[in-house]
T-cell receptor, first 116, second 114 residues
Framework: GAGVSQSPSNKVTEKGKDVELRCDPI?????LYWYRQRLGQGLEFLIY????????KSGLPSDRFSAERTGESVSTLTIQRTQQEDSAVYLC??????????????FGPGTRLTVT | GENVEQHPSTLSVQEGDSAVIKCTYS??????FPWYKQELGKRPQLIID?????GEKKDQRIAVTLNKTAKHFSLHITETQPEDSAVYFC?????????????FGKGTLLTVNP
């Protein structure tokens, strides 16, 4: 079946503008994660959704970052008033979740965000 | 919260040699330890994982060992090939709770020289 998809693949925006990044997880996956990966760096956890539970927002770097998920499907990561340090690849991942003890995370191709 | 340290940050080996990457974790309740491989410009992909009820797991040229007492786990790649060149990330999770969040190490850039 289809894997995790993300859009857009690339986004160039001016400093101060808002951006929305979209993630379509694998169908049936209850868990969805957002990560930020700066050039040559590791995976920085941002936020995690699990079913109908309250999301784990502990990784969001500031109140300019927010995310929503509609049920167990699409998620949107919003960055308001973008700054140059927001430039990075934003990766989304999904997994079947803990109910079936299936923890493997399947990553999307990422959105490369460049703030000029 | 969990903290995962990964070493070395870069590793260069000759084709055919073995490569070992080590990780330590801080939360003794963590019980699931995956390794992800990320080739240049591509997305991370799971290559092997281990749960805390076993000490070692092997899949062809790749093996992972876990020492729960010392809270460290390692990735072993034998007979390395140029296509093994990538960034490798270790991670840890406590699957006993209701939060299935992975904490990743900072990654190891492995270069296999032909």
């Amino acid at each position: 079946g289809a894997g995790v998809s993300q859009s857009p693949s690339n986004k160039v925006t001016e400093k101060g503008k808002d951006v929305e990044l979209r993630c379509d997880p694998i169908s049936g996956h209850t868990a969805l994660y957002w990560y930020r990966q700066r050039l040559g760096q590791g995976l920085e956890f941002l936020i995690y959704f699990q079913g109908n539970s309250a999301p784990d927002k502990s990784g969001l770097p500031s109140d300019r970052f927010s995310a929503e998920r509609t049920g167990e499907s699409v998620s949107t990561l919003t960055i308001q008033r973008t700054q140059q340090e927001d430039s990075a690849v934003y990766l989304c991942a999904s997994s079947r979740g803990g109910v079936v003890r299936a923890y493997e995370q399947y990553f999307g191709p990422g959105t490369r965000l460049t703030v000029t | 919260g969990e903290n995962v340290e990964q070493h070395p940050s870069t590793l260069s080996v000759q084709e055919g040699d073995s490569a070992v990457i080590k990780c330590t974790y801080s939360d003794s309740a963590s019980n699931y330890f995956p390794w992800y491989k990320q080739e240049l410009g591509k997305r991370p992909q799971l290559i092997i994982d281990i749960r805390s009820n076993v000490g070692e797991k092997k899949d062809q040229r790749i093996a992972v060992t876990l020492n729960k007492t010392a809270k460290h786990f390692s990735l072993h790649i034998t007979e390395t090939q140029p296509e093994d060149s990538a960034v490798y990330f270790c991670a840890a999770m406590n699957s006993g709770g209701s939060n299935y969040k992975l904490t990743f190490g900072k990654g190891t850039l492995l270069t296999v020289n032909p």
